[in-house]
C-alpha cells in the first residue's frame, strides 16, 4: 500500500520566456489539474517566476517548488537563492541535483550540502540522479550507486524519512521523446536497484519508505505504463509540463 500520494511535479527548466507566459503556463496547469485530489501536483518554475505566482495563486492546491538552492543559509551570498528565502516566501519543494546543473559543474560534495540546508530549512527535497549513459557491461550501475552514496554522504536518516524524494533520471532519456525513454519494466528494475542502495545506507524501514520518480521524456503516451508498471511514486516532468494538456494528461494517469 502507498502511504504517499503519487507526486508530479512540473520542472519547467528555464522557461517560459515571459511572466506573461508563464502565467497562462500556470493558469493552464492549474486549471486542469484542479479537481485531482489523488495526485500532488509542483510546479518547478524559473526562480523569478516564484513571487508572481505565490502572490497570485495563494491557496492554490499546486505546490511550488524552486529549481536549486545555495547551501549556507546565513550571511551575505549575492546572487543566490538560499533556503531561507524560499521556505521563508513559501516555496515547499526544492530540485537538487538536476542533471543539468551537474553538468554545470554542480559536485556530489555540493549536492550533499543542498540537501542538508534545504532539510534543515524544511523544504521537501527533490534528488535527481541518474548515469549519463549505458554500457553492456553495467559498468552504469555501479556509476550510479556512487553517484547516490556522494550525493548522501553525512545526509542523516531522519532528513530523508519524511520531505525527502529520490527522481531517477536518467541522462540518455532527457529532453527526447517517449518513444527514447526507459520503458517501464527498465524503470521497474532501476527503481529496485535505488532501493536496495538506500536500504543498505538507511536501513529496512526508512530506505524502503523513499519515494521514487522517474523523470526523462515522461509524455502522455508512456505516463499510464508508467504509472501501473514501473513501480513509481510519480514522475518528474520537463518539456511535456509546459503543455498543460500534456501536463494534465500524465497526472491524470497516475490519478
Ligand atoms: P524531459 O526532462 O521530460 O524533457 O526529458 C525531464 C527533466 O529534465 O527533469
Known sequence: MKIHKPLIIANWKNHPASLREAKQLFDGVKRRTARMSKVSVVVCPP???????????????????????????EGSHTGMTTPALLHENGVGYVIIGHSERRAAGETADEVAQKIQAARKAKLKVVLCVGERERDVEGVYLRVLEEQILQSLEGVSRQKVTTGF?????????????????????????MVLFIKKILVKKYGKKAGMSIPILYGGSVEPSNAQELSSDAGVDGVLVGHASRVPEDFADIA????
Open 165 to 189: 524524494t529520490v527522481a531517477y533520471e536518467p541522462v540518455w532519456a532527457i529532453g527526447k521523446s517517449a518513444e527514447d525513454a526507459l520503458d517501464a519494466h527498465g524503470v521497474h528494475q
Open 47 to 73: 526562480t523569478l517566476y516564484l513571487g508572481m505566482i505565490l502572490s497570485n495563486y495563494q491557496g492554490s492546491s499546486i505546490s511550488l517548488g524552486a529549481q536549486d538552492l545555495f547551501w549556507e543559509s
Open 252 to 255: 491524470r494517469s497516475f490519478s
